[in-house]
């Protein structure tokens, strides 16, 4: 089974946010461990300590719950607890020290004092992992969309040119031989200290990770090397947690706080804070764009439903580049994709085996095929920014009309849910709304939130029940239409309530196709 295949098999991530509990980000916290040790006095500039001169470490652990004998255990303010309120149960199960953020009365403990002791925390999980970032060639790419697309193709076009490299994202964590469920699309630091280790074991020379806000915000990858950082765009998500704009932008952009010295920024000239960013970054820099003067641009030569080709222009080279997957935002993929390559000296034919190679990557843009006359097509966007990609790019291509199922997820971000409706209502022919992951929230709320959206909302059809709103659209769908079902992806759950229910986009859509053509077949 190949690398992308493997991704296809693997259980897919819950959401970002961060819930700390007694001082650990959720029961996936695993600690980290190694037999020669560590110094926090050498790993930690600035730090205090109270009882000792310096404390020497083989294991660390932020959940005060799973901590074992010989551990350090570091209090860590969460969203909901403050692991500094659980250091008496951390010493109850043998922590041998405390890394904290404020003095602690712990006893004869050991007390190691920080500013933040999240980015120590991941600080230290790589140093007990070995540094592995100091043995890999570490690409992180972040934005509010295209992380995925950009990092399954730059690990195809490293691959083309012969290089071994895991990626770390949404779809699953890879190693270069081994692939697992993602819990988060950046995984927590003892995981992500652990999955580089072993990358860098198996031999592979580079390893792409996807870098999400909330893990930016949360320090997730402190003491990760970053030999080259991608910005593919800033739009509008998660304010939820973030709480406004400027607070998400600037957690995005800390992702260049992580470049070594000589590290390379590769940004998209057409996206205004990528654009901005180009004048307060020192490091060098690559960029990329569609509309404007840049190193890498690309033109669009034609596009069809399920194929487009464009033009890719480095320097004096121009090459031809086919890709299944169709849109502008997917254009931009490839370019970022292909500017991380030029980095690292791979050749553009290399690069553009690379980037075709890539049929298609799961829930993004991927189109379910069961003999009918109008196109199916399953995507992940479930922001305002994403939709308006999404829907353009079928527009172009579709004779007919196009049909839109989306929703937007419970618990979040309540602001952007009449954007997306207003995005639909502009760019879709017949609006589907129906329930993403409705969390704690009523779906119809969130429904008629979605709807508020709508400049006419009669003409928005509500269908709550994920299922049935996608049988709804394809049986509404004729010759030549396109439906797109948008929002989930590659998700293969459903978030109701507090529980968690096997749900896929994909297979619901090629079970309400294969019955409606059977029975087709049959009565004919």
């Known amino acids: 089974m190949c690398w992308l295949e493997a991704f296809a098999y693997v259980q897919h991530p819950t959401d970002e946010v961060g819930v700390a509990g007694h001082g650990g980000l959720r029961a996936m916290d695993f600690s980290v461990a190694t037999e020669s040790g560590i110094s926090l006095r050498e790993h930690l500039d600035g730090a205090s300590f ?7 470490v083989t294991s660390i652990c932020n959940d005060s719950r799973r901590v074992r004998e010989g551990d350090l255990f570091v209090a860590i303010t969460g969203v909901r607890h403050d692991g500094h309120e659980h250091w008496q149960e951390a010493v109850r199960r043998g922590a041998v020290a405390i890394l904290a953020e404020q003095p602690l009365p712990a006893g004869g403990v050991p007390v190691c004092i920080v500013p933040d002791s999240r980015a120590a925390h991941g600080r230290l999980c790589q140093a007990l992992s070995g540094n592995p970032s100091h043995q890999l060639r570490v690409l992180g790419i972040t934005g509010t969309n295209g992380k995925t697309s950009t990092a399954m ?25 081994d692939a697992a469920e993602a819990t988060h699309t950046t995984p927590p630091a003892p995981v992500l200290a652990k999955w580089l280790a072993r990358t860098a074991a198996q031999g592979c020379s ?47 952009a800390r992702i260049l706080d992580h470049l070594s010295p000589d590290g390379v920024v590769i940004l998209n000239t057409d996206d205004p804070f990528c654009s901005r960013l180009i004048c307060e970054t020192y490091h060098p820099t690559l960029t990329v764009s569609m509309k404007k003067e840049a190193e890498l641009t ?18 004096l080279d121009t090459v031809p580049v086919r890709t299944r997957t169709i849109g502008d935002h997917f254009i931009y993929n490839c370019l ?40 199916v097509v399953i995507d992940y966007a479930h922001t305002p920014d994403a939709l308006v990609a999404c829907l353009k790019a079928l527009r172009t291509v ?24 207003t995005v639909v209502e502009r760019l879709a022919d017949l609006a589907v709304i129906t329930s993403d992951n409705p969390r704690s929230e009523d779906p119809r709320v969130i429904a008629e939130n979605v709807r508020r ?15 049935a709103a996608i049988a709804f659209a394809l049986r509404e769908a004729r010759a030549g239409d396109c439906v797109v079902i948008a ?8 978030v109701v309530g507090n529980h968690r229910y096997e749900f896929d986009d994909r297979t619901v859509a090629n079970h309400v196709l294969q019955r409606m053509y059977r029975a087709t077949s049959l009565a004919a």
């Open 50 to 56: 109270y009882g000792v001169e310096d404390v020497r």
């Open 153 to 177: 193709l730059l690990r195809s076009v490293l691959n083309e040119a012969g290089f071994g490299a895991g990626v770390l994202g949404t779809l699953g964590y890879f190693d270069g031989y």
């Open 206 to 252: 580079h390893a792409v990770l996807e870098v999400s806000s909330h893990a930016l915000s949360q320090s997730r990858i402190a003491g990760v090397r970053l030999d080259a950082a991608m910005i593919t765009n800033v739009g509008r998500d998660h304010l939820d947690y973030h709480n406004s704009q400027a607070n998400y932008r600037d957690a995005k």
């Open 298 to 315: 690309a033109t669009l030569v034609e596009r069809h439903f399920g194929e487009q080709t464009f033009l890719l222009n480095a320097g």
């Open 336 to 375: 970022g994709a292909a500017a991380m390559g030029l980095v690292y000296g791979i050749s553009l034919q290399d690069i553009v085996r690379g980037i075709e190679a890539v049929n298609y990557v799961p829930g993004r843009m991927e189109p379910v095929v069961c003999g009918q006359p109008f196109g």
């Open 398 to 421: 579709t004779a007919g009309r196009v049909i839109c199922v989306f929703g937007a997820g419970g618990d979040r971000d309540r602001q952007k849910r009449p954007q997306m409706g």
């Open 453 to 467: 959206g709508f400049s006419s909302p009669a003409t928005a059809k509500i269908v709550t029940d994920r299922a």
């Open 487 to 494: 929002g989930k992806g590659h998700e293969s759950y459903q």
